[in-house]
């Protein structure tokens, strides 16, 4: 028996999805997802030093560096972090007003998954799956899956 017959023919283009391999593509994406991060940063009135952590232990002197130059090229990891923190912020911006969008990350939050910390705190200690895990249950509330 053949599956091709299992499941009608989608009606939407397959997703184009980025090669963070190549190092062209991450020059393009780079400035962009940088200064985007440091908005967010803003928004959700993170500490430089939890900021750090959620681009993955970045050094205090790389951050400044950053803040200045924003035209460094990402590794794949921190642009993959930034990717999943800038769709974190925009479903909260979706989901809730500007203000508890911009708070809710350093909100107690009553959800088996942070047990009463906050979702910042479970970012911070859980690292990229966590983000992974956030935008997921995040995106399933707006009903984006």
Not at 29 to 36: E, F, V, Y
Not at 63 to 91: F, H, N, Q
Not at 108 to 119: A, R, Y
Request: glycine residues 8%; charged residues 20%; proline residues 5%.
């Amino acid at each position: 028996m053949s599956l091709a017959y299992a499941y009608p023919a989608s009606r939407f283009e397959p997703a184009v999805v980025p090669d963070l391999n190549d190092r062209g593509i991450r020059e393009q994406l780079s400035a962009s997802a940088i200064k985007g991060f440091f908005r967010l940063a803003q928004a959700w009135k993170l500490r430089d030093e939890d900021a750090c952590t959620l681009l993955g232990g970045l050094s205090s002197s790389a951050y400044y560096e950053w803040k200045k130059k924003p035209a460094k090229v990402l590794e794949v990891d921190r642009i993959t972090r930034i990717s999943y923190l800038l769709g974190i912020y925009k479903a909260l911006h979706i989901l809730y007003g500007d203000d508890l969008a911009d708070n809710w990350v350093s909100m107690p939050n009553t959800n088996l998954l942070f047990g009463g910390k906050t979702p910042l705190s479970y970012m911070l200690s859980g690292g990229l799956p966590a983000m992974q895990i956030l935008r997921q249950l995040l995106d399933a509330r707006r009903g984006g899956v």
